[in-house]
């Protein structure tokens, strides 16, 4: 029989089971407001992997993080047990600690009212995707950086039910999400080699070709070998007609105008124009003038960025124009476009780009360095051969991560609607 609802009163509830209330957050934690004591260890915030001393999670993550070295008292002691409103709660939700520590100051502990809370049913309640939305409404003012206070958390109302069934609840969330979240983890590798099979294809087709036996010469590269004897190894800048990149400035966007190219946009063959950002007539105009428009032909690569070294072929003659962090080369008469897009985007090429990088502060390449990158050029005609054969491999590759990708999004959508449904009641378990 279906257990009777009623109204929760509180949208982002909705309904609950008839036995459970609503309550007022104070009336289930309180804040903690205990100083550091000198030696405690550091803590630190992640959403990922929860609440980790920083040595764990430097290690861990190969991240570094500002340990505080005097001042000791500036931070916040948390005990195990308690739960922290970090500053990217607004973003992933309260975390719960299972260790003590000092942490930053901006954090806000929560100290369970063990008497109405099972902690580890408020763990899934307190990092749910509804939960995360409501705590966002209580400021206008969300970005990175934000620092949330006890007030914010005690504006979303929450509720109360039988400490026994919290614990059902907890154990059914815990089994239930570890089920998906190992065929998550087995998803995601999948698509991991898949794109390791592709790149292997790419590197094999443009620096051995696709012909099978044939004779070959030493490449001067320990790591290619031997390459086809036909293939030259030149810089790229006798590949291309022109080397350039887009704008120095950022134009004002518009809602209705032409297509304004940033990194986020290349990606692979063809432009998706409609996510691109909009620039005005007049803006537009000047950057044309000013070299900034890529032709059907060309090919694109990210010059600086965390995306820097990914390639894109522009398969189309709508007008558009490309930022500074966006280089543009344009083929010559004994290039083909789709095989330079290739032999960017292989190992060959992306190796170089990476050495070229040591030692910087940021992820960039340069034009200068950018046309004395060495590629391989093969024969006008064999150049095309490789394309073809590459268009052809890496469709059925990418036909293959689509469907993975697809279900990662279904089955983060499951375990989404479930932790909302368990957690609020809407489902039995």
Known sequence: MARKMKDSGIEWIGEIPEGWRTI??????????????????????????????QDDYMELTGSKVVTVEKDFDILKHVE???????????????EYSTKSGAISSAYVM???????????????????????????????????????????????????????????????????????????????????????????????????GVRGEREMKDSGVEWIGEIPKEFNPVQLKFFCKLITDGTHFSPTTVENGWPYITAGD??????????????????????????????????LLVKDGATTGRVGFVDSDTPCVILSSVAMLRPADNADGHYLMYLLASDFLQKQILVSMAGSAMPRTTLTKLTKYIGLLPPLHEQKEIANYLDAK??????????????????????KSLIYEVVTGKREV
């Open 80 to 94: 195990a047990g308690d739960f922290v409103i970090s500053m990217r709660s607004f973003q992933g939700g309260l």
């Open 394 to 415: 890496c469709a059925e590759i990418d036909k293959l991560i689509a469907k993975k990708e697809q279900l990662v999004k279904e089955l983060e959508s499951y375990k």
């Open 266 to 299: 290349v990606h692979g063959i063809g432009l998706d124009y409609n996510s691109a950002k909009r620039i005005s007539e007049e803006d537009f105009q000047l950057l044309v003038a000013q070299g900034c428009q890529p032709l059907k032909g060309d090919v």
């Open 24 to 53: 007022n957050p104070k009336a289930l934690f309180t804040q903690r407001k205990d100083k550091a004591q000198k030696g405690e260890r550091q803590l630190t915030s992640s959403q990922q992997y929860g609440i980790l001393y």
């Open 110 to 208: 929560l100290v369970p009212n063990l008497e109405l809370v099972y902690p580890r049913f408020y763990r899934w309640l307190l990092k749910s995707s509804v939960y995360i939305d409501a705590l966002q409404r209580t400021t206008n003012m969300v970005r990175d950086g934000q620092a949330m206070r006890y007030s914010n958390f005690a504006q979303v109302r929450l509720f109360t039910l039988p400490l026994d069934e919290q614990k059902s609840r907890a154990d059914f969330l815990d089994l239930e999400c570890s089920s998906i979240d190992k065929i998550l983890f087995k998803t995601r590798s999948s698509i991991e080699e898949y794109k390791k099979l592709k790149q292997t294809v790419i590197t094999q087709a443009v620096t051995k």
